[in-house]
């Protein structure tokens, strides 16, 4: 695929959920190396920045893309243009990989919080989550899941459909209904968007309010996420965008003086979360963050913002 589809893609919502987002923006770097006229070292860097910076503008509330996209582009010092383009796709591949293992170990640590009989509450779409819900499948235990819809993009049915695809009993609520569906349930697990330095888990709209419920029943929240969607630049002062979405993707043509707000992601406060799943373990939102930099201190160098 050419780097102008994948950018398409990812802005017109082809492509969903901070993971795949991440992977196929990483992989167009590919392209971009191996198509660029340029016949130098300091050319091919700069077209690299080019498509990285349009990358970064795809999707405002995806810091797992930026991790990612910054991951290939560190210590790219090189004198041969056919070195460095090696390295690039070398390094884009090591990415792909990365995920890949960091699911399998997310879904070997969040399966063992689904025992028989549970019932499992998850929103929005998430590629973490359906490793996860595999996973115990996998293992023969028997639980069911509850799922919103997650107007106004309905990437719920999506969970539904593949969840029961897998064979497990899904039964799928409107997101106004959410409350009914958790009271039934004994596990609450989100995906993630971005982790901010304060702790706060941004997902799809909807996941702070259920949040909220859950706690009131005193059900567990896990964030299930990649270590990657930590935002850095929140260390430094940036405060974490929150998308804002098109308008009509609510409501084609609403009468005049309506003025609708389409945010796509919340944050949820770190308070109403019970633990961070990641590769790297289960940890409450500030212990998470130290995690992160001990494990991955490339990404705070300063230089790369
Ligand atoms: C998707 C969403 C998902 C996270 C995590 O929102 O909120 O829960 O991205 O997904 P959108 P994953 O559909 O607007 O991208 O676990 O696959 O990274």
């Not at 082809?14 to 190396?33: N, P, T």
């Not at 390295?87 to 969040?110: H, M, P, S, T, Y």
Request: net charge positive; aromatic share 8%.
């Amino acid at each position: 695929m050419s780097f102008k589809e994948t950018v398409d893609r990812i802005k017109n919502l082809k492509v969903q959920g901070a993971e795949d987002v991440a992977r196929e923006a990483v992989k167009s770097l590919k392209d971009v190396v191996n198509k660029s006229k340029s016949r130098n070292i300091s050319g091919i860097l700069a077209d690299l920045y080019h498509a990285k910076n349009i990358l970064f503008l795809t999707r405002p509330t995806e810091p797992c893309m930026r991790n990612s996209l910054n991951y290939v582009m560190h210590d790219l010092d090189y004198d041969d243009p056919v070195e460095l383009a090696k390295v690039v796709c070398l390094k884009v591949d090591e990415v792909l990989e990365r995920f890949d293992k960091n699911q399998r170990i997310i879904a070997q640590i969040g399966s063992k919080k689904i025992g028989n009989g549970t019932v499992v509450f998850t929103h929005c779409h998430s590629s973490t989550i359906l490793e996860i819900l595999k996973e115990a499948k996998k293992q023969g235990k028997k639980f069911e899941v509850h799922n919103t819809e997650t107007r106004p993009l309905y990437q719920g049915r999506v969970t539904a459909r593949e969840i029961a695809k897998l064979g497990i009993p899904v039964t799928h609520f409107i997101d106004a209904a959410a409350r009914f569906a958790l009271k039934k349930a004994d596990l609450m697990l989100i995906g993630a968007d971005a982790i901010t330095t304060e702790g706060k888990v941004i997902n799809k709209i909807g996941s702070e309010l259920y949040a909220e419920i859950a706690n009131r029943f005193d059900i567990p929240v896990y964030a299930c996420t990649d270590s990657w969607k930590f935002d850095t630049e929140t260390v430094f002062g940036y405060e974490e965008e929150i998308e804002k979405r098109k308008a009509k993707e609510i409501w084609k043509n609403p009468p005049k003086g309506v003025t609708i707000n389409n945010f796509a992601f919340e944050k949820v406060s770190p308070g109403l979360i019970t633990g961070i799943i990641s590769e790297l373990g289960i940890y409450k939102p500030h212990v998470f963050m130290q995690e992160v930099r001990v494990n991955n201190r490339w990404m705070f160098r300063k230089h790369l913002f």
